[in-house]
């Protein structure tokens, strides 16, 4: 099987500006009674929990153990806040879940620093969660930000889950994302729809796109499926 790994924040969808601050300022002052954002931290492409291990430790707050209500409250929030001013779904992308959502030899997962719960509520505000849910549990598929706080590990447990000759395609808009790919040795396609540049992003793969618009798309499809 070969497995397309995708990121959602400024690879699939661009949240509103604003909105990830300030769903995590009612999760850190709801669950840990403390005034702070994410933003306080260099955050992208980081993992949830590595972000609010960071964000308290900022704040002169050290925890071992998150507990699941921030997860979940961040996410509650932060589909509250999409029902009103939704996502933005980036150029080609629905074409590009759509081609590879109908070749029976890939496999679509997640992988991302969200969790479950605020994955969930960007994706439906796109409606794209359809997209990496089984359609048995309607669970969705992946490896999330609640799981670990190094961004890398991630990657560690999608192999854990999968066959010896199966391949992986990560697909991904930040630095963080290109260098764990090549950490791991997988194929990447990266877009510089997000804070990376084109340029910067070349310097580890030449699967550069500037977005997946113009019909783009359908050359990473190509590309993915000859990998």
């Known amino acids: 099987m070969k497995f397309v790994l995708v990121d959602i924040d400024e690879t699939m969808i661009s949240v509103p500006k604003g909105i990830?601050?300030?769903?995590?300022?009612?999760?850190?002052?709801?669950?840990?009674?403390?005034?702070?954002?994410?933003?306080?931290?260099?955050?992208?492409?980081?993992?949830?929990?590595?972000?609010?291990?960071?964000?308290l430790h900022k704040v002169g707050v050290e925890i071992i153990t998150i507990p699941q209500k921030a997860y979940k409250v961040w996410g509650e929030v932060t589909d509250q806040m999409l029902k009103t001013n939704p996502v933005r779904i980036?150029?080609?992308?629905?074409?590009?879940?759509?081609?590879?959502?109908?070749?029976?030899?890939?496999?679509?997962?997640?992988?991302?620093g969200n969790s479950p719960w605020r994955a969930e509520a960007k994706l439906q505000?796109?409606?794209f969660d359809?997209?990496?849910?089984?359609?048995?549990?309607?669970?969705?598929?992946?490896?999330?930000?609640?799981?670990?706080?190094?961004?890398?590990?991630?990657?560690?447990?999608?192999?854990?889950?999968?066959?010896?000759?199966?391949?992986f395609v990560i697909v991904d808009d930040s630095l963080i994302g290109a260098k764990m790919a090549k950490?791991?040795?997988?194929h990447m396609i990266m877009v510089a729809t997000g804070k990376a540049t084109g340029e910067e992003l070349r310097a580890y793969t030449p699967n550069v796109f500037p977005d997946?618009?113009?019909?783009r798309w359908k050359s990473a499809v190509s590309l993915i499926e000859r990998l």
Do not use: W
């Open 125 to 127: 505000s796109a409606h």
């Open 130 to 167: 359809s997209y990496f849910k089984d359609p048995d549990t309607k669970v969705l598929s992946g490896v999330f930000g609640d799981m670990t706080a190094k961004r890398d590990e991630l990657f560690d447990l999608i192999k854990q889950k999968a066959q010896p000759n199966d391949t």
């Open 20 to 55: 990830n601050a300030a769903s995590s300022a009612v999760m850190f002052e709801r669950v840990f009674g403390v005034s702070a954002h994410e933003e306080l931290i260099d955050n992208v492409g980081k993992t949830e929990q590595g972000i609010i291990k960071e964000v």
């Open 90 to 112: 980036l150029p080609g992308m629905l074409e590009f879940l759509d081609a590879l959502k109908n070749n029976k030899e890939i496999c679509l997962t997640l992988l991302t």
């Open 212 to 215: 997946f618009g113009e019909e």
């Open 183 to 186: 950490k791991h040795g997988a």
